[in-house]
């Protein structure tokens, strides 16, 4: 029929729209900057704020996903019932709104970082292992693999806001040393390795959610007028 769209042109339609969503909603994408550099595109602390909130969200919406897919599985029907402690139980994580709002923006600021590094290697292993499970699908794998990358981005991001920050005198500390490893690995961050898959999974939905919880907090902290 004249005129009519075929189903390849829908396709392609759909496909461009989520790959500009997909580029719209990264935190780490190019070209945006916390200043106005030449050849990109400078933002606010609020939407810095918004596009890391929105991530931090949709990280810990895919870790509640396969979540809820591990405790389904007959042969990982141990889920949370954690085996040992989380590796990252060692970093100081204010327990509650009115503790996390009294902490100092710098050590709250720390604090995220920390959890986002603590991640980046167990998340990893985390997405290998589950490729070689029988009980998932590729699909599952992809959703792994997509929380494994989100880390960095949300931690790229992160660094973004906490630049932005000390460019305004909000925080007194410097990227660099907010993001270096010696102040945020922790000294045991190997523990991990030692924790099966239904316990880092456990753990990362249980830390994922204290970063979004942790970013709200600070947001609201500091642009208080911007959705709060």
């Given at each position: 029929?004249?005129?009519?769209?075929?189903?390849?042109?829908?396709?392609?339609?759909?496909?461009?729209?989520?790959?500009?969503?997909?580029?719209?909603?990264?935190?780490?994408?190019?070209?945006?900057?916390?200043?106005?550099?030449?050849?990109?595109?400078?933002?606010?602390?609020?939407?810095?704020?918004?596009?890391?909130?929105?991530?931090?969200?949709?990280?810990?919406?895919?870790?509640?996903?396969?979540?809820?897919?591990?405790?389904?599985?007959?042969?990982?029907?141990q889920?949370?019932?954690?085996?040992?402690?989380?590796?990252?139980?060692?970093?100081?994580?204010?327990?509650?709104?009115?503790?996390?709002?009294?902490?100092?923006?710098?050590?709250?600021?720390?604090?995220?970082?920390?959890?986002?590094?603590?991640?980046?290697?167990?998340?990893?292993?985390?997405?290998?292992?589950?490729?070689?499970?029988?009980?998932?699908?590729?699909?599952?794998?992809?959703?792994?693999?997509?929380?494994?990358?989100?880390?960095?981005?949300?931690?790229?991001?992160?660094e973004k806001?906490?630049?932005?920050?000390?460019?305004?005198?909000?925080?007194?500390?410097?990227?660099?040393?907010?993001?270096?490893?010696?102040?945020?690995?922790?000294?045991?961050?190997?523990?991990?390795?030692?924790m099966?898959?239904?316990?880092?999974?456990?753990?990362?939905?249980?830390d994922?959610?204290?970063?979004?919880?942790?970013?709200?907090?600070?947001?609201?902290?500091?642009?208080?007028?911007?959705?709060?």
């Amino acid at each position: 029929m004249p005129g009519s769209i075929g189903p390849v042109s829908v396709v392609w339609v759909v496909l461009v729209y989520l790959l500009f969503c997909s580029r719209l909603l990264s935190v780490g994408a190019a070209p945006i900057c916390t200043n106005a550099q030449a050849g990109c595109h400078a933002l606010s602390l609020a939407n810095l704020f918004d596009r890391v909130i929105q991530h931090s969200a949709r990280m810990h919406g895919i870790s509640n996903d396969l979540h809820s897919e591990f405790y389904f599985l007959p042969s990982k029907n141990q889920i949370g019932r954690v085996s040992r402690n989380c590796h990252t139980s060692n970093i100081f994580t204010p327990n509650g709104k009115e503790n996390a709002q009294r902490m100092a923006r710098e050590e709250l600021t720390e604090v995220i970082l920390k959890l986002l590094v603590a991640w980046r290697d167990p998340l990893w292993h985390f997405q290998q292992s589950i490729a070689h499970h029988h009980d998932f699908n590729n699909f599952s794998t992809n959703k792994a693999l997509e929380m494994s990358d989100m880390v960095h981005e949300l931690r790229k991001g992160v660094e973004k806001v906490a630049e932005k920050m000390q460019m305004m005198g909000i925080i007194s500390n410097s990227v660099s040393s907010l993001a270096s490893p010696e102040v945020l690995m922790p000294s045991d961050s190997a523990e991990w390795r030692l924790m099966k898959d239904y316990d880092l999974l456990y753990c990362f939905r249980r830390d994922s959610n204290k970063v979004q919880n942790y970013l709200k907090i600070l947001k609201c902290r500091i642009v208080p007028e911007h959705g709060c």
